[in-house]
């Protein structure tokens, strides 16, 4: 079992410094905002993950990750800023997570203060951030959000301990005629950086979400990894379409808020530097939307930003880069999962758990495609 990661300040504090060799010096390159969307502008009652095994998430109680419960006559909480939690500085964007206790041969190999140096930071494509803040528009506050999950358990102390003492993952396993198997991975229950009611980051490529990752102890998801979690039932059931049932409902996840022209001038996805400076990253907090979620308890594989995971090629057994999931945006180009493709028009495309797109695929050794839409969420092996 690996050790659950501490506070950022703490683990900075004991590292070497030899520099990762995955930071981005080209802003430019790579780039494009043609990738997958998503949005939702209604969030429906929070709603329970079905399942009551030892990886499923029960739906309410006070284990680990779960917002208080309300005193009686408590004063409802104040609305707050929805663009509060819209960081710029640095420091603010890396205080989000933790990073794992690194070996003495790690240390000779990482420098990860250099590598969030580098890497995080707002007012430019070439760090990873929460987007334009300039251009942006969040409607859900931090503290409307928390409302919307008070009284569901995130996190059991059990699936903690099975994922290793990491924070907010739960073990995902499969069943086979009937009976359980063991879980073999854990994955985070929020995209990065894996905080409820925080928002998601982009402008991240897969080199460096992989190594963002490894800094905390955990991976990339793999794409069949990232399905599992998405339709699997925890209690042995059959598969789903959609994490949150078998019927496209838009309503459910962050999918229905289309892009906006910014100056009276369209998103301008050619470049990485056109894409920030029009095209805004109108995200809402991970976990806006209770409803979608899927049976192990894992939000918004479906809306709020696309994601990034790895799929190894059957042909030459290298490991590749695969997007996959929507955006906020995908009312856009939403198609219910056996409709056909349109002959004419823009294209569509369906946003089930199983859908399998090659957007952008890279080898993971120099994948380095973002944009304003794309962000990650990371897993861990069970040991």
């Not at 530097?273 to 594989?301: H, I, K, L, W």
Request: aromatic content about 8%.
């Amino acid at each position: 079992m690996s050790k659950p990661s501490r506070p950022l300040s703490l683990a900075l504090a004991a590292l070497a410094a030899a520099p990762l060799a995955c930071s981005r010096d080209d802003a430019e390159r790579g780039r494009d905002a043609g990738a997958p969307p998503a949005a939702s502008s209604s969030a429906p009652a929070a709603g329970p993950a079905a399942g009551g095994s030892a990886g499923a998430p029960p739906a309410a109680g006070g284990s680990a990750g779960a917002p208080p419960a309300a005193d009686a006559g408590e004063a409802p909480p104040a609305v707050g800023d929805p663009m509060a939690t819209h960081y710029e500085a640095r420091e603010d964007l890396v205080r989000l997570f933790s990073l794992k206790e690194l070996t003495e041969k790690e240390r000779r190999f990482k420098n990860p203060e250099l590598f969030l140096e580098k890497n995080f930071g707002g007012g430019t494509p070439a760090r990873i951030n929460q987007g334009n803040r300039e251009l942006a528009r969040h409607t859900r506050s931090k503290e409307q959000c928390l409302e919307g999950l008070r009284g569901v358990v995130l996190q059991t102390e059990e699936q903690r301990a099975r994922c290793g003492g990491h924070e907010n993952m739960v073990p995902v396993f499969k069943s086979a005629r009937g009976k359980l198997k063991p879980a073999e991975f854990c994955i985070d229950v929020f995209e990065f950086p894996n905080k409820p009611c925080e928002l998601p980051m982009v402008w991240a490529s897969p080199t460096q979400a992989a190594s963002v990752c490894s800094l905390q102890g955990k991976r990339l998801c793999t794409e069949d990894e990232w399905s599992l979690a998405c339709r699997a039932d925890p209690e042995g059931g059959k598969p789903t379409t959609y994490a949150y049932g078998d019927e496209l409902d838009l309503s459910v996840c962050h999918t229905q808020t289309r892009h906006r022209e910014i100056g009276g001038k369209p998103c301008d996805g050619d470049t990485a530097r056109s894409a920030y400076q029009t095209c805004a990253t109108d995200t809402e907090p991970a976990g806006s939307y209770p409803a979608c979620r899927s049976r192990f308890g894992v939000f918004d594989q479906h809306g709020n930003v696309a994601e990034i995971m790895t799929r190894r090629d059957r042909d030459d057994g290298k490991l590749y880069s695969q997007l996959k999931g929507s955006a906020w945006f995908y009312v856009e180009v939403a198609r219910e999962h056996d409709a056909p493709r349109p002959k004419k028009g823009r294209e569509t495309y369906p946003d089930h758990c199983a859908f399998s797109p090659r957007w952008h695929v890279e080898p993971m050794e120099n994948a380095w495609h973002a944009n304003y839409h794309l962000g990650f969420r990371c897993c861990a092996t069970v040991r």
